[in-house]
């Protein structure tokens, strides 16, 4: 009669070798896939703020242009209304910016 006591001992020792590499290589994606909806949630913030901001400052610059007595006052709302808008958008590039070319490996803010 075949023994086979000896094929089938180390089956256990390489079945938890293997079940804790798939357990670490399970908990290494969890955190990855934690961080990536992190800075998506973080990246869909700041372009829904962005868009708040545009839609204020076009309505304010409407108001303005309302508010305008004469040709001249025309001309200096539009020139505040372009600095402004140059201004936020300067601003908003930087902070997408900062936002997309944050390392993966530095934990996002809370």
């Given at each position: 009669?075949?023994?086979?006591?000896?094929?089938?001992?180390?089956?256990?020792?390489?079945?938890?070798?293997?079940?804790?590499?798939?357990?670490?290589?399970?908990?290494?994606?969890?955190?990855?896939?934690?961080?990536?909806?992190?800075?998506a949630?973080?990246?869909?913030?700041?372009?829904?703020?962005?868009a708040?901001?545009?839609?204020?400052?076009?309505?304010?610059?409407?108001?303005?242009?309302?508010?305008?007595?004469?040709?001249?006052?025309?001309?200096?709302?539009?020139?505040?209304?372009?600095?402004?808008?140059?201004?936020?958008?300067?601003?908003?590039?930087?902070?997408?910016?900062?936002?997309?070319?944050?390392?993966?490996?530095?934990?996002?803010?809370?």
């Amino acid at each position: 009669m075949h023994d086979n006591t000896k094929s089938t001992q180390g089956e256990p020792e390489e079945s938890k070798t293997w079940e804790s590499a798939c357990l670490v290589l399970l908990e290494g994606n969890q955190r990855a896939l934690g961080r990536w909806f992190q800075g998506a949630q973080a990246l869909s913030e700041e372009i829904s703020n962005s868009a708040k901001a545009r839609v204020q400052l076009a309505i304010e610059g409407w108001s303005a242009l309302a508010a305008c007595r004469n040709a001249e006052d025309v001309m200096n709302c539009q020139w505040r209304f372009a600095t402004k808008t140059l201004e936020r958008g300067v601003g908003e590039l930087k902070s997408l910016s900062e936002l997309t070319l944050t390392p993966a490996s530095i934990e996002p803010k809370k």
